[in-house]
């Protein structure tokens, strides 16, 4: 079954400076690859998702890249605010006829710091 | 339009004791699926639900964990007994017909003694 690794676990930059958060994925037929956000004690939240067709995608500050022949993708946050501290989980599917289970990454605490 | 609504939001039992998590989905959405979260991990699947259909629950404990979805909408989780390992944030989700994004509830937060 699927594996998906991220690192790093725990990451603190300073307000104003980019955050880089990396995921690696074992199942090359998987074509979907979302990233959540969860702040302390709150349900997690999309932030934004990638298919297996695109290599980049932005939405304001946030962008995510895929590279599928290395199968690792990125979170790329830029001009980081204090709003961005939370734990971040990326996430890896296969979606087709049938929307196979999301196996999720372990999370990497993002703390930015003012 | 209103999240997925979980009930309780926290939850302390002791050990052997029975306990029942509830899940009221996005309206519309046909599948439902319950996760458990450890401290500090990921969230991992426990059931999905297609409409009324358990199509994966190959991640159940399936000696004391038990869920329904009657009716194809609501969906109950329980635990009986509960042991202290089941400690953790029981989180559920849905997500439309043949969509792969899925809207979390706020979970609940399980204490076992």
């Known amino acids: 079954g699927e594996n998906v690794e991220q690192h790093p676990s725990t990451l603190s930059v300073q307000e104003g400076d980019s955050a880089v958060i990396k995921c690696t994925y074992s199942?090359?037929?998987?074509?979907?690859f979302p990233w959540y956000k969860q702040e302390l004690g709150k349900r997690p939240q999309l932030i934004i998702d990638i298919r297996s067709n695109v290599g980049e995608k932005k939405d304001q500050r946030i962008a995510v890249t895929l590279n599928k022949t290395a199968k690792h993708f990125s979170l790329h946050i830029t001009e980081t605010q204090p709003e961005d501290s939370a734990v971040y989980f990326c996430?890896?599917?296969?979606?087709?006829?049938?929307?196979?289970?999301?196996?999720f990454g372990q999370g990497t605490r993002l703390t930015i710091n003012p | 339009e209103a999240g997925v609504v979980q009930s309780p939001r926290y939850k302390i039992i002791e050990k052997k004791q029975p306990v029942a998590f509830w899940c009221n989905p996005i309206?519309?959405?046909?599948?439902l699926y319950w996760y458990r979260q450890n401290l500090g991990q990921g969230p991992e699947l426990l059931i999905r639900y297609e409409n009324e259909e358990a199509v994966d629950d190959s991640q159940l404990p399936k000696d004391r964990f038990s869920a329904e979805r009657l009716k194809g909408v609501d969906s109950t989780l329980k635990i009986q007994p509960a042991e202290l390992g089941d400690s953790a944030v029981y989180l559920c989700?849905?997500?439309?017909?043949?969509?792969?994004?899925?809207?979390f509830g706020p979970g609940t937060r399980l204490l076992v003694l």
């Open positions: 989700a849905s997500s439309q017909a043949r969509e792969e994004t899925q809207y």
């Open positions: 309206s519309g959405h046909n599948t």
């Open positions: 199942d090359s037929a998987s074509n979907y």
């Open positions: 996430a890896a599917s296969l979606v087709g006829v049938r929307i196979e289970k999301l196996v």
